[in-house]
T-cell receptor, first 111, second 111 residues
């Protein structure tokens, strides 16, 4: 298994642009998580899904952020419009029972 | 706020020495996990200890859990320069639920 695959690895965009981050979880995992990591706030859970259904999105900072999981093998995190304070590393993780696996992350820079 | 709090925030030791990192948490847990993150990279799962376990070993890693004190420790024996990384504890309140991360300990092993 190739693990959790995130794309792109790096994204630089201008303020106001739409950004879409993608994640392919490990096949058979029934939970998917989106985390954000910054120096100031550490690792924060944004949203997580169980069997493609959003369970808790209380960590999503504001309405500019949205996440979807149209099927068991794909999820997106969208920021529209993006702002400089959204600059961070965004991690996707998937799990089955106690086994969590993280992707390599997407480093987002909004200028 | 973060569930787990690591102590110390930074630790610098010489190669061959042991490194001990501590983690405290606030609420009841199903399990506690330790992760490693190299600079600019993703999170790598190191070890998981369940709430009914007190100690667990994996190679040069030893984890203890004291649920009465809501604390855990990670010991890395015979450290190597390659162990230089940030180490995070993460708590899981139930099967498949969110992982809540601490702020991490930055370990530097000097050759």
């Amino acid at each position: 298994d190739a693990g959790v695959i995130q794309s792109p690895r790096h994204e630089v965009t201008e303020m106001g642009q739409e950004v879409t981050l993608r994640c392919k979880p490990i096949s058979g995992h029934d939970y998917l998580f989106w985390y954000r990591q910054t120096m100031m706030r550490g690792l924060e859970l944004l949203i997580y899904f169980n069997n493609n259904v959003p369970i808790d999105d209380s960590g999503m900072p504001e309405d500019r952020f949205s996440a979807k999981m149209p099927n068991a093998s794909f999820s997106t995190l969208k920021i529209q419009p993006s702002e400089p304070r959204d600059s961070a590393v965004y991690f996707c993780a998937s799990s089955f029972r106690d086994g969590y696996t993280f992707g390599s992350g997407t480093r987002l820079t909004v200028v | 706020s973060q569930q787990g709090e690591e102590d110390p925030q930074a630790l610098s030791i010489q190669e061959g020495e042991n490194a001990t990192m501590n983690c405290s948490y606030k609420t009841s847990i199903n399990n506690l996990q330790w992760y490693r993150q190299n600079s600019g990279r993703g999170l790598v799962h190191l070890i998981l200890i369940r709430s009914n376990e007190r100690e667990k070993h994996s190679g040069r890693l030893r984890v203890t859990l004291d649920t009465s004190k809501k604390s855990s420790s990670l010991l890395i024996t015979a450290s190597r320069a390659a162990d230089t990384a940030s180490y995070f504890c993460a708590t899981d309140a139930g099967s498949g639920s969110r992982l809540t991360f601490g702020e991490g300990t930055q370990l530097t092993v000097n050759p």
